[in-house]
């Protein structure tokens, strides 16, 4: 597959998924109807139910001669690249909405919380304001999971059990517990070298991760976010590209905020 081609799939839906979302029935319902051609694309028939259609192309889609009107739900992930702000614009810096493109910017993605200018990683985006908020609020403590390089010496057991315990204060505030791994642990995410660590918060404050880190003694050089609630980087997605997210994803996104998944 060609990168071009990798792209518009990430800004597409599985036809067969598209309109089960929106009400023709169930994805084996909606199969036995492409083969009878109900479905058209400008003009064309539409057959193959894993055909992908772009996002910019839903407003073509026709059912038996009638347009379809499909209120779009998005969800999108990015890998977002350090220099970039966590803004849809701004006057003087590049902004995450650079990296999008008019046709999903029109949608009304917006990002689920922030990352720092300089910092890397997993950003969510969604249409949904119910799903924002609430992915958003740190009432409803979503799990964000980092990767860092921190400098000077190796936290040793004090230090980290403030960064583990909530002792650190934060606008004087202490901070929720969290969980670290450092070099020689066992984690689930990746190895880890001298100098490295992964830590899992279930906040969003202003440059938090850096803070903490620096209130034991060992400032950030480097920070990436690895996770956000059940949504995982990795290799399928390089630094500054994005997907839409899978169904299966959506659906667990929905349930850690305790909400049901609407139709497309």
């Known amino acids: 597959m060609s990168k071009t081609q990798r792209q518009r799939k990430q800004n597409s839906f599985r036809l067969d998924y598209l309109l089960a979302h929106a009400g023709f029935g169930s994805r084996k319902e909606v199969k036995k109807q492409l083969k009878s051609a109900a479905f058209s694309l400008a003009g064309e028939a539409l057959r193959d139910p894993s055909t992908h259609i772009e996002i910019d192309q839903i407003q073509n889609l026709y059912y038996r001669g009638n347009p379809i009107n499909i209120q779009l739900s998005a969800h999108l ?59 958003s609020s740190p009432k409803h403590e979503v799990e964000k999971v980092y990767y860092l390089h921190y400098t000077g010496k190796r936290p040793d057991q004090g230090a980290r059990t403030q960064l583990e315990n909530g002792s650190i204060i934060l606008d004087d505030r202490p901070c929720l517990d969290a969980t670290v791994y450092l070099d020689g642990d066992e984690n689930p995410y990746m190895e880890l070298r001298a100098n490295e660590a992964i830590i899992c918060i279930r906040e969003g404050r202003y440059h938090q991760v850096k803070r903490m880190f620096s209130a034991i003694g060992a400032p950030l050089s480097y920070l990436r976010r690895i996770a956000f609630g059940p949504l995982h980087l990795d290799d399928r997605l ?18 850690i905020c305790d909400l049901e998944v609407p139709t497309l």
Do not use: M
């Open 238 to 255: 390089p630094l500054g590209s994005h997907r839409l997210l899978e169904p299966s994803e959506v659906e667990a996104l929905y349930q």
């Open 77 to 135: 992930l990015l890998n977002k690249p350090a220099g970039y702000l966590t803004a849809l614009e701004d006057r003087s810096l590049p902004c995450v909405a650079e990296l999008l493109t008019p046709e999903l910017l029109a949608a009304g993605l917006k990002p689920c919380g922030r990352l720092d200018l300089d910092s890397e990683g997993a950003l969510l985006f969604t249409n949904d304001g119910q799903l924002l908020h609430r992915l």
